[in-house]
């Protein structure tokens, strides 16, 4: 029996269970992942979903065994199928300080994501992998900065909660741009989201206490 037919689909669960149980086995041991790795070339479309939560699931705890499967896990960003690049957007989001060199250059597709992808949870993970970027350093804070301030204008604000959370990290990256960021988040303070309004707040907080 192989660790990929232990997955979800395999064991014909409509329950994250089986991904779990397979992830912390690749916890346990890493080279069950090259397994896993395998099964992101798949056909079966529910198989390469379960391989790439895997991926995801032990990002969430040991991100530097996700790593080395970066280049395998970027085509999926271009899948038709929603659910195969939101689990491959969320994994690449929790790896991110660790890749800078490939988010640099994965940026524009990014941007793409975060600009036309139908799915909000795509362009959740697009926007906070942007947020991740810019705790790396000052340059890529810079870089990451303009995104997200455009961000905050499109699909109606529905990323703007995460893209306040988010310019925390180019406040502490890049302190130069704080002087703006503070007037943007005064700017959302009386949104009609209460989530926006609680990050606006949060954001001014730290950045008057000195710990943005």
């Not at 790795?37 to 056909?43: A, C, E, F, I, Y």
């Not at 957007?89 to 524009?108: D, E, F, K, V, Y």
């Not at 406040?171 to 943007?184: D, F």
Request: charged share 25%.
């Amino acid at each position: 029996m192989t660790i990929v037919s232990l997955l979800s689909s395999q064991v014909g669960e409509k329950a994250e269970e089986g991904n779990r149980f397979v992830a912390k086995e690749c916890i346990q041991n890493p080279t069950l992942l090259n397994e896993i790795k395998d099964g992101l070339t798949s056909k079966d479309k529910a198989l390469i979903g379960d391989c790439a939560e895997v991926f995801t699931m032990v990002a969430e705890k040991k991100p530097e065994l996700v790593v080395p499967f970066t280049d395998h896990l970027l085509p999926l960003l271009s899948s038709k199928t929603t659910r195969i690049r939101w689990e491959a957007i969320h994994a690449i989001s929790l790896i991110t300080t660790n890749i800078p060199t490939q988010i640099s250059l994965l940026l524009p597709k990014i941007k793409e994501l975060i600009e036309s992808d139908k799915s909000t949870i795509v362009r959740d993970y697009s926007v906070q992998t942007v947020c991740n970027y810019a705790e790396i350093g000052e340059q890529e804070a810079l870089t990451a900065f303009p995104i997200l301030k455009e961000t905050l204008l499109m699909w109606e604000g529905k990323h703007r909660g995460r893209v306040l959370t988010g310019l925390l990290n180019v406040c502490k990256s890049a302190p130069e741009c704080i002087l703006e960021i503070r007037g943007i988040a005064e700017e959302y303070v009386d949104d009609q989201r209460s989530g926006v309004k609680k990050a606006a707040k949060a954001l001014m907080k730290a950045i008057d206490k000195g710990t943005a």
